[in-house]
């Protein structure tokens, strides 16, 4: 059974900063992409980030470019999100989720294709 655990989240000031973690079991994290979603209040599920399984293509949402960067380490099954210069709007549940694609690639604009989703972990930015 694949389960995947986000931690990491928590209260923080705006400009300030959160590392969020997504431990995989169950599976071999190596053959997937992996994509961070975020669900803010009162509105839709998002894509944040997304990296291939190769680690070679990585994508952004136009929202946290430049402020978020995703990574990912295949020895300990985990992913991650290190968030900065937080903004009152990045105040969601942010989940991680996995899903195969071809050629080690990666989308965010779907949820379809993600296969294993976690709980989510809230993320709340205010002063």
């Known amino acids: 059974q694949v389960q995947l655990v986000e931690s990491g989240g928590g209260l923080v000031q705006p400009g300030g900063s959160r590392n969020l973690s997504c431990v995989v079991s169950?599976?071999?994290?190596?053959?997937?992409?992996i994509g961070w979603f975020r669900q803010g209040p009162g509105k839709e599920r998002e894509g944040v980030s997304c990296?291939?399984?190769?680690?070679?293509?990585?994508d952004y949402s136009d929202a946290v470019k430049g402020r978020f960067t995703i990574s990912r380490d295949n020895a300990k099954n985990t992913a991650y999100l290190e968030m900065n210069s937080l903004k009152p709007e990045d105040t969601a549940v942010y989940y991680c989720?996995?899903?195969?694609?071809?050629?080690?690639?990666?989308?965010?604009?779907?949820?379809?294709?993600?296969?294993?989703w976690g709980q989510g972990t809230q993320v709340t930015v205010a002063s």
């Open positions: 990296i291939g399984a190769y680690g070679r293509t990585i």
């Open positions: 989720a996995l899903a195969t694609f071809s050629r080690g690639a990666c989308v965010i604009d779907y949820l379809d294709p993600y296969e294993y």
């Open positions: 169950g599976e071999t994290l190596d053959i997937y992409a």
